[in-house]
């Protein structure tokens, strides 16, 4: 079944990702958080959801515990009250260096050649957005 694949390599991809990223101290959804910010700089809650297609309850507490950890900064924007930016801290902006060891040893936890990963990351897409549209009906 397809849908038991897909679901166990999400489950064995996170796993991967959990060993790999012990060394910068973060979780999987703290990494996707500030991999976004690190290539796109500040940005608003409403973006970085759309970005990372998580909702709301999911990234707003997210988001409060990297506040606490000092890896990022919340505040809301000055034009707009009901807005809030997220932006890295000079620690979540230092954890970019030791990031870029990570993207070579994913692609050999995962056995994979650069273009393999490449042709999968476009499978991968094609199929989400062809569910979503599905789904929307």
Known sequence: ???????????????????????L???????????????????????LAERLQLDYGTLTPLLRRMEVAGLVTRRRRPEDERSVEIALTT???ALEKPSRELPPAVLAAFGLSREEA???QETLRHVTDSAKRSAAG
Do not use: H, I, N
């Open 1 to 23: 079944m397809l849908c038991f694949d897909l679901y166990a390599a999400s489950r064995a991809v996170t796993a991967a990702y959990r060993v790999l990223l012990e060394g």
């Open 25 to 47: 101290g973060v979780t999987y959804p703290q990494y996707l958080v500030l991999v976004v910010l690190w290539r796109e700089g500040p940005c608003q809650v409403k973006e």
């Open 91 to 93: 620690t979540g902006s």
């Open 118 to 120: 490449v042709s999968l």
